[in-house]
T-cell receptor, first 114, second 110 residues
Framework: NAGVTQTPKFRVLKTGQSMTLLCAQDMNHEYMYWYRQDPGMGLRLIHYSVGEGTTAKGEVPDGYNVSRLKKQNFLLGLESAAPSQTSVYFC?????????????FGDGTRLSIL | RKEVEQDPGPFNVPEGATVAFNCTYSNSASQSFFWYRQDCRKEPKLLMSVYSSGNEDGRFTAQLNRASQYISLLIRDSKLSDSATYLCVVNGIRGNQFYFGTGTSLTVIP
């Protein structure tokens, strides 16, 4: 029962470095999401995808890029990391949100930018 | 105005108490509503969906009030293991996005 798997679990970067966070789901979900969670801010949507080959901007997309080349994978890229991107990143997936289809979350990536 | 607003608490209640949380949402066209539970430094986990007629799952009862645009969560007979942050989640205008409240912190005291 893997569900949603995020890698890596932790990472420390220097300002200006780049990296990619990987999210993989084995539930055949169409929709995938990337969120960041900061103290007092709740979860904020960065980008999402409604299917293979499609992506869309969420609430806070600046500084991030995403790709969904395969249905089961959703990648989040930081091209030039900034200290403001220090956060906990969660990936989630769901069936198409008709009715009450909930999101299922990975266990997060803790990212620190020095 | 935020899409979803919650009282952050904290709520500190004794074991066995009944506690209720409310959450208001701004988009009257929202169709999907959920309560999630998040333990410290863990991922959010679905507690229950919220249906129009209200629904119950053991000690937990969820209600939806569309006229006033709020949802509620009632926890009866609180257990120590109920200590967590409870997140209210509502879908957005296009239906593809979900908006999260900042969460309500609950601590159940022995």
């Amino acid at each position: 029962n893997a569900g949603v798997t995020q890698t890596p679990k932790f990472r420390v970067l220097k300002t200006g470095q780049s990296m990619t966070l990987l999210c993989a789901q084995d539930m055949n979900h169409e929709y995938m999401y990337w969120y960041r969670q900061d103290p007092g801010m709740g979860l904020r949507l960065i980008h999402y995808s409604v299917g293979e080959g499609t992506t869309a901007k969420g609430e806070v997309p600046d500084g991030y890029n995403v790709s969904r080349l395969k249905k089961q994978n959703f990648l989040l890229g930081l091209e030039s990391a900034a200290p403001s991107q220090t956060s906990v990143y969660f990936c989630a997936s769901s069936y198409a949100p008709r009715g009450n289809q909930p999101q299922h979350f990975g266990d997060g990536t803790r990212l620190s930018i020095l | 105005r935020k899409e979803v607003e919650q009282d952050p608490g904290p709520f500190n209640v004794p074991e066995g108490a009944t506690v209720a949380f409310n959450c208001t949402y701004s988009n009257s066209a929202s169709q999907s509503f959920f309560w999630y539970r998040q333990d410290c430094r863990k991922e959010p986990k679905l507690l229950m969906s919220v249906y129009s007629s209200g629904n119950e799952d053991g000690r937990f009862t969820a209600q939806l009030n569309r006229a006033s645009q709020y949802i509620s969560l009632l926890i009866r007979d609180s257990k120590l293991s109920d200590s967590a942050t409870y997140l209210c989640v509502v879908n957005g205008i296009r239906g593809n996005q979900f908006y999260f409240g900042t969460g309500t912190s609950l601590t159940v005291i022995p």
